[in-house]
């Protein structure tokens, strides 16, 4: 069974010193590469959507979009940073509150930042976006300093293993259910299932 492999956090040269490949020239290496799926996660905003959508439509491969974001809690203490997917084949409902997702990151003055309960709170009714939490997240930082320290979890003392790995570890979880603040910590091949054009791992 043949598997592809569907990037989840890629940055543009719309997202200023983080990415420098326009979307068509990404585009084109995905799908040069076997993909079926890529996903444009520029930094703080949707610059290069409509740009990605077409580029991905021209090169034969389904087109996902979403935003690197910073987040705060409710005194502004600084979470780090997580991705935002919009899920698919919603008749638009993903793509509708990752445009207000972005709104509210923007809504204030300073460095563009979300809170984790005003992400909660758009989620709660029909959950249409997937958090992917990477090493830049809150979660991600500590897990990643307590498996190269030795500290605080089970993976403690596996430095050397950790250092071969640190940059494909990604932590995905899905919104809370209804009712519910607990997240659920889900693999990656999981939230690709979730995303358009995704094969089954």
Not at 25 to 47: E, I, S
Not at 101 to 120: T, W
Request: aromatic content about 6%; overall charge positive; charged content about 20%.
């Amino acid at each position: 069974m043949d598997v592809t492999f569907s990037h989840l956090h890629v940055a543009s040269h719309l997202s200023a010193h983080y990415g420098v490949t326009s979307s068509a020239a990404l585009a084109g290496l995905a799908a040069a590469d076997g993909a079926t799926f890529l996903a444009l996660t520029d930094r703080d905003g949707l610059y290069g959507g409509p740009k990605h959508v077409g580029a991905c439509m021209a090169a034969g491969i389904s087109p996902g979009l979403g935003a690197d974001l910073a987040f705060v809690d409710e005194e502004q203490r600084d979470l780090g940073r997580a991705v935002e997917l919009s899920c698919g084949q919603n008749a638009g409902a993903g793509f509708g509150q990752l445009c207000r997702l972005v709104s509210a990151a923007h809504a204030k003055k300073g460095a563009p930042a979300v809170s984790r309960g005003s992400l909660e709170a758009l989620l709660v009714e029909d959950p249409q976006l997937v958090v992917v939490l990477g090493p830049e997240s809150d979660v991600g930082f500590r897990s990643l300093r307590g498996m190269l320290l030795g500290r605080g979890g089970r993976w403690g003392g596996g430095g050397r293993w950790c250092r071969r790995i640190i940059w494909s570890l990604r932590w995905c979880v899905t919104s809370p259910r209804r009712g519910a603040g607990v997240w659920r910590r889900r693999p990656a091949c999981w939230v690709s299932r979730r995303l358009p054009g995704c094969r089954r791992c």
